[in-house]
Structures are given as C-alpha cells and as structure tokens.
Nanobody, 116 residues
Framework: VQLQAFGGGLVQAGDSLRLSCAAS????????MAWFRQAPGKEREFVASISTSGNIINYRSSVKGRFTISRDNAKYMVYLKMDSLKPEDTAIYYCATKWGSSYQFWGQGTEVTVSS
C-alpha cells in the first residue's frame, strides 16, 4: 500500500491550498480516509476524516468551516481543501487509511507553511 501526499507549500495567512493524496495497492473504496498534521515540536493531531462513500465527515474544531475533505473513489484520491489559512495551520500534513477506529497506512507527508 502506498499513500502519496502532495500539494503543500508556503503561503500567506488567508490564502488557500488543496492537498491531495494518491492511494495505490489497496481497494480504495473499502477504506475511510483521514488527514492528520504535525506541527514542529508538537504531537500529531487529527484534522479530518471521510467515510468510504463520503457521506460521513468529521473535522477537528479548529478547522471546521475552513477545511473541506473530499474523495474520488474512481481516481483513488483524497483531498483536503484548506481556506483562510492561519499561521497555526503550519505543519506537515499526512493522509492515512481508516478502518473502524484505527489508522493502518500512512503517507509520507506534505509540508504546509503559513506566514503571517
């Protein structure tokens, strides 16, 4: 199984970015998907998750209304659209597969830096 996250970069506060995660080596439609992030010196934290069909979505409270998770099962892709970015969103963002309440496979991460 491979998960490859990309789309990160250096942006200014208030800007938008869309992260993408390409999955391979698994039956993608059978897995929920999630995004996590880890800021420098901090523990990794949950950002958002989406169910297999996309009908159940969860966000951490600090990104609700600003971030949107979506998936395309035909393309084996999951996305994280991030709007109104803040400096506190600076982190390495990881995608992961979700089965039940656990996370099995992880991508390598893509770095997002938001300057003030």
């Amino acid at each position: 199984v491979q998960l490859q996250a990309f789309g990160g970069g250096l942006v200014q506060a208030g800007d938008s970015l869309r992260l993408s995660c390409a999955a391979s080596g698994l039956t993608f439609r059978n897995y929920g998907m999630a995004w996590f992030r880890q800021a420098p010196g901090k523990e990794r934290e949950f950002v958002a998750s989406i169910s297999t069909s996309g009908n159940i979505i969860n966000y951490r409270s600090s990104v609700k209304g600003r971030f949107t998770i979506s998936r395309d099962n035909a393309k084996y892709m999951v996305y994280l659209k991030m709007d109104s970015l803040k400096p506190e969103d600076t982190a390495i963002y990881y995608c992961a597969t979700k089965w039940g309440s656990s996370y099995q496979f992880w991508g390598q991460g893509t770095e997002v830096t938001v300057s003030s």
